[in-house]
């Protein structure tokens, strides 16, 4: 203990602490600072492209953002209410069927009738009719 007190320091090693004589331990520490510093870096750069396209709104765009959740807001329940009426007119077929025939075969093939076109149910969809 001593020796390391009575040791003359040289200019570098003024600023370390006297005790912090291993270089090997320096160097882990700086290499940690470094990794650190390089994990910050990329953890800066992947939150600006994370909101890289994001807006704050402010108080002259809320009127339209508005208008844009209720237009929203109206094709999601028109799009509900069109699965509703489909499912409505499925199990109309499936029961009439049931009641008709009583037979497995017939029920199935009821419901592959009553299944609706894609382009049936997107013009029930514009439509809008509930």
Do not use: C, W
């Amino acid at each position: 203990m001593t020796n390391i007190l009575a040791s003359h320091l040289r200019g570098a090693d003024r600023k370390n602490p006297i005790l912090a004589r291993s270089k090997g331990t320096e160097r882990k520490i700086e290499d940690e600072k470094l990794e650190r510093k390089a994990r910050k870096v990329l953890a800066a750069e992947k939150k600006a492209l994370k909101e890289k396209g994001r807006v704050i709104p402010d108080y002259t765009t809320f009127e339209y953002e508005k208008r844009l959740r209720k237009v929203a807001t109206r094709g999601v329940v028109r799009l509900f209410n069109a699965i509703r009426i489909q499912q409505r007119t499925t199990e109309v077929a499936v029961s009439e069927a049931a009641e008709q025939h009583k037979t497995r075969l017939a029920l199935e093939k009821a419901k592959n009738v009553s299944t609706m076109s894609k382009s049936n149910f997107l013009d029930l969809l514009k439509s809008g009719h509930s």
